[in-house]
């Protein structure tokens, strides 16, 4: 029987493209349901992004179909719905290692494809690089499509209308595909609305509008005024009819709302779209989780999800006694807002994320979801700080990149009472090199005003946020993705001392310096190391800026080695401060080796598997402390 169905599957005969521009209409719709049991059944053992991708299954094989890929260019924002994409363009028997280690990673990639045209993971950045693509294709002679998928998330990001804005102006040959999965079906969706789209889209019509506007214009004296009223009727009709409005101001033609899921109506439309010239913006309608019917009921909770049961759609079976970071967040912040009625809360698009949505339900008029505009998200709590009140902006730190600027130039020059909360700081694991959070230590620490910190366990977490909403300066503190340590909770949080550290064990071989998530890995090491006759001192440092001077000084001149460890780059990074304050206080008989991330991008693996390469885990510590140690 297996062998039957595989005798009879539409998949196993597409590998390229190619393929599927010979299938008709009842195969293409067959592969569309294949694929979609393909990835369910490879994210519910991987995890991975499943409700954007099961919504764009027919968008990807109508593009592909209608488009001559690779050779024209397509190019996926963010990249969260891309899987149809990589199955169909050679990947699909290596679907199942999808974001393990030496596995395809879960965005499009360039190393991986020639059909993967642009290295995205952060959102909105495709405008701007299919408009720099498109100019190269000018200035290079050369003749082809290029087509950009972007989520009506996306678009709320500045920076896509700044690409749209530069893509309008300079008339290139450009299709932007809106995919819109939040909008409910309009009533303009239809078999008629259908029909319109059809011949709105087509040559003829195009055409005609052209050559009518030129023969107006040859009317003598009102020619250019009737050229006028006409655009200004047919625009004001536009904005009565139809959504598009927006983009035909900025200088694309619109096309649509379409519907999303009727692969006929897809290949119509864009086979008509792909005889257009200048920029294009073609709104689409899709559903989240397509497919799925857990996903379709709950496509938040399947955006980003970690593997499940397909029958029941519930999460793998994990030890939910010990909370998250995030969860711990979250609660400390509802604490802290009882507390004090001047702390508010703000996030980007990621209110269950960050663990805000206990905060916003129980002070919606203090918690604040700004979209995917990161920038705008540091300003506004900007101007709040300056009217007496204390936000906390909740931002995963490889988003946080976005904001640096505003880091600097809003909140730390004015040295406003700003909290940054970087969650996913360090390794996030699986999403690899786009989503690490691996950079915040040396971009924070490197702006003047700034307190930054980071929690050893989930206890501390608590007492850092206490601490961070009364400092009355910009704050930052950073924490990590996924469960904690299992440490005892304090009842209620408290104060720490900025700029302290803290002994955790004491030894008179070497010192071992930690911070944030590798200081209980460092602990570990101890332990093992005394039972070797190794005498290590263990430092939580606790502030990344200030450091603990007094302590750490004293220690480099007790102890002459110290090994510091961080999840975190090592250029710029907390070893870097260290080395720093010794030069300053002109201590320089003293061994230091920096444990951390190399000058490279970390790939994608499990968390344990990245912090065993990297050496910054308990085997890597012992290691690098016996060679000090014999030396």
Avoid at 110 to 119: A, G, L, Q, W
Avoid at 368 to 390: M, W
Wanted: hydrophobic content about 40%.
């Amino acid at each position: 029987m297996q062998d039957e169905a595989a005798k009879d599957s539409v998949l196993a005969r597409v590998n390229v493209p190619s393929d599927i521009r010979r299938l008709d209409l009842a195969e293409l719709n067959r592969l569309a349901g294949e694929i979609r049991t393909q990835m369910i059944d490879t994210v519910s053992r991987c995890g991975g992004h499943l409700a954007p991708s099961l919504g764009t299954v027919e968008l990807t094989l109508a593009l592909h179909r209608v488009f001559n890929t690779p050779t024209d260019k397509l190019i996926w924002d963010v990249g969260h719905q891309a899987y149809a994409h990589k199955i169909i363009t050679g990947r699909k028997d290596r679907f199942h290692t999808l974001r393990q280690k030496g596995g395809i990673s879960g965005f499009p990639k360039r190393e991986e494809s020639p059909y993967d045209v642009f290295n995205v993971g952060h959102s909105s950045t495709s405008i701007s690089a299919a408009t720099g693509i498109a100019e190269a294709r000018c200035l290079k002679g050369e003749d082809y499509k290029i087509v950009v998928v972007i989520g009506d998330g996306s678009m709320t990001a500045g920076m896509a209308y700044e690409g749209l804005n530069w893509a309008g102006d300079r008339k290139k040959d450009l299709v932007i595909v809106l995919n819109d999965n939040e909008m409910s079906i309009s009533p303009n969706v239809g078999a008629m609305s259908s029909y319109l789209n059809r011949i709105m889209t087509g040559q003829t019509v195009t055409k005609l509008k052209s050559e009518f506007k030129h023969f107006l214009k040859t009317i003598p004296s009102i020619g250019d005024q009737m050229v006028r009223f006409t655009r200004q009727l047919e625009e004001s009709l536009k904005a009565l009819i139809v959504p598009g409005a927006l983009f035909e101001e900025l200088g694309f033609n619109y096309v649509g709302p379409l519907e999303g899921h009727r692969l006929d109506h897809l290949i119509k439309n864009l086979e008509n779209v792909r005889k257009m010239d200048g920029p294009v913006l073609v709104h689409v309608l899709t559903r989240k989780g397509k497919g799925y019917p857990f996903a379709e009921q709950d496509p938040s909770r399947f955006h980003g999800i970690a593997p499940f049961c397909v029958e029941t759609g519930e999460a793998a079976a994990k030890d939910s006694a010990i909370p998250t970071y995030t969860q711990v967040f979250g609660q400390t912040m509802v604490r802290l807002g009882r507390a004090n009625p001047k702390v508010v809360a703000i996030t980007a698009a990621m209110c269950d994320g960050t663990g805000l949505d206990r905060f916003a339900k129980e002070f919606p008029d203090r918690f604040y979801d700004v979209g995917i505009a990161e920038q705008h998200g540091v300003t506004f709590a900007a101007g709040l700080a300056t009217e007496g009140f204390i936000p906390v902006v909740a931002i995963y730190s490889t988003f946080m990149q976005r904001a640096y600027d505003q880091i600097i130039h809003d909140v730390c020059l004015q040295n406003l009472p700003v909290v940054l909360a970087l969650d996913r700081g360090g390794f996030v694991g699986d999403d690899g090199p786009t989503h690490h959070g691996l950079f915040d230590y040396a971009y924070i620490r490197s702006v003047p005003n700034i307190i930054a910190m980071a929690p050893k366990d989930e206890n501390e977490l608590q007492h850092m946020l206490k601490t961070a909403t009364e400092c009355r300066s910009p704050v930052s503190v950073r924490y990590p993705r996924g469960q904690g340590v299992g440490a005892n909770m304090d009842e209620t949080p408290r104060d720490i001392p900025v700029g302290r550290g803290e002994i955790l064990c004491d030894g008179s071989d070497l010192a071992i310096v930690a911070i944030g998530s590798t200081v209980w890995p460092a602990m570990a090491a101890a332990r093992k190391l005394r039972q070797e006759g190794i005498g290590i001192r263990v430092i939580n440092a606790r502030f990344i800026k200030p450091l603990d001077g007094e302590l750490l000084c004293r220690t480099a001149n007790d102890l002459k080695k110290i090994i510091t460890v961080e999840e975190n780059v090592l250029m710029g990074g907390f070893g870097s401060a260290l080395l720093e304050l010794f030069e300053q206080e002109g201590i320089r008989d003293v061994r230091v080796r920096r444990l951390g991330i190399a000058d490279e991008f970390a790939a994608h693996a499990t968390q344990a598997e990245l912090r065993s390469q990297y050496g910054i885990d308990e085997a890597g510590i012992i290691q690098a402390a016996r060679q000090m140690a014999a030396s």
